[in-house]
T-cell receptor
Framework: AQSVTQLGSHVSVSEGALVLLRCNYS??????LFWYVQYPNQGLQLLLK????ATLVKGINGFEAEFKKSETSFHLTKPSAHMSDAAEYFC?????????????WGLGTSLAVNP | EAQVTQNPRYLITVTGKKLTVTCSQN?????MSWYRQDPGLGLRQIYY???????DKGDVPEGYKVSRKEKRNFPLILESPSPNQTSLYFC????????????????FGDGTRLSIL
């Protein structure tokens, strides 16, 4: 069955440190991949999207993600964490064919940024 | 401003008392969806709609109803709420036609926190 795994439900980094949030997926066809961010008391916002163009995707707020087909991964990174990055991050995969295409969500990773 | 608006944002009610959570989008999107978010379970889709008068069950539809009489509105109805429906609910919409909606970014409302006693 198709699935999305976000390794680590909670990640804590220091301000200024590298942020790495992991996402692995299982898919039998080329997927579309998304990262969303959810700030406290808000809905989800799109951070970035992979749609089979460049494998390194740049998003908003300095985040980027690299699609690695051999590793079935789409990890999210940011070189230097800021306090305002503290939020919940969700990886999602759109896969399937025609009207069977479906969006599969990871369970989310809560990012804490320490001063 | 492009947005998805949910109302109410917060609601405390009692078991069995019918309630409706409204959702409206101003982006002329065809696709709309309802999710519930629970700790440790992530986002789970309740119902979705690909266009007016076209709705279908998501992964957890039991106990919920929806309707899509107009393109912009997609209300979520709990006919007889129960405590296990206490959750944070999100409405979302996206562009795209029938076969491509799940390739498009989804726009989310700010959520409705429901507590059913």
């Amino acid at each position: 069955a198709q699935s999305v795994t976000q390794l680590g439900s909670h990640v804590s980094v220091s301000e200024g440190a590298l942020v790495l949030l992991r996402c692995n997926y299982s898919s039998s066809v080329p997927p579309y991949l998304f990262w969303y961010v959810q700030y406290p008391n808000q809905g989800l916002q799109l951070l970035l999207k992979y749609t089979s163009a460049a494998t390194l995707v740049k998003g908003i707020n300095g985040f980027e993600a690299e699609f690695k087909k051999s590793e079935t991964s789409f990890h999210l990174t940011k070189p230097s964490a800021h306090m305002s990055d503290a939020a919940e991050y969700f990886c999602a995969v759109s896969e399937g064919a025609g009207n069977n295409r479906k969006l599969i969500w990871g369970l989310g990773t809560s990012l804490a940024v320490n001063p | 401003e492009a947005q998805v608006t949910q109302n109410p944002r917060y609601l405390i009610t009692v078991t069995g008392k019918k309630l409706t959570v409204t959702c409206s989008q101003n982006m002329n999107h065809e696709y709309m969806s309802w999710y519930r978010q629970d700790p440790g379970l992530g986002l789970r889709q309740i119902y979705y709609s690909m266009n007016v008068e076209v709705t279908d069950k998501g992964d957890v539809p039991e106990g919920y109803k929806v309707s899509r009489k107009e393109k912009r509105n997609f209300p979520l109805i709990l006919e007889s709420p129960s405590p296990n429906q206490t959750s944070l609910y999100f409405c979302a919409s996206s562009a795209g036609h029938h076969f491509s909606y799940s390739n498009q970014p989804q726009h989310f409302g700010d959520g409705t926190r429901l507590s059913i006693l």
